[in-house]
């Protein structure tokens, strides 16, 4: 499977954007999946992951209650609400997916997409 992350963009802080990831190649159910970010200088972390169906999500602390993760599996594709968007929210956003596995770390993770850029200015 393949992913393409999308939806990234400027944003004022306080406001939302909506990221979505798009998989070509094999259906998305049978796929644990998950969003990371990364900002300059720093390392990769852990935003939110959603299992297969859907049923259960996990999410980063500094993103709980702000964020949401969601999957739409008829159409292949994960999602990532963002609302409430501060100035350390910026970073590249990658999808994931594991197959069978849905995880906060990012080891777990084989297929990746290739990020989308999320800045907020204040």
């Known amino acids: 499977v393949q992913l393409q992350a999308s939806g990234g963009g400027l944003v004022q802080a306080g406001g939302s954007l909506r990221l979505s990831c798009a998989a070509s190649?094999?259906?998305?159910?049978?796929?644990?999946m998950g969003w990371f970010r990364q900002a300059p200088g720093k390392e990769l972390e852990f935003v939110a992951a959603?299992?297969?169906?859907?049923?259960?999500?996990y999410y980063g602390d500094s993103v709980k209650g702000r964020f949401t993760i969601s999957r739409d599996n008829a159409k292949n594709t994960l999602y990532l609400q963002m609302n409430s968007l501060k100035p350390e929210d910026a970073a590249v956003y990658y999808c994931t997916a594991s197959p069978g596995r849905t995880s906060r770390y990012s080891g777990d993770y084989k297929i990746w997409g290739q990020g989308t850029q999320v800045t907020v200015s204040s």
């Open positions: 190649g094999r259906t998305l159910s049978w796929y644990g």
């Open positions: 959603i299992s297969e169906s859907g049923g259960i999500t």
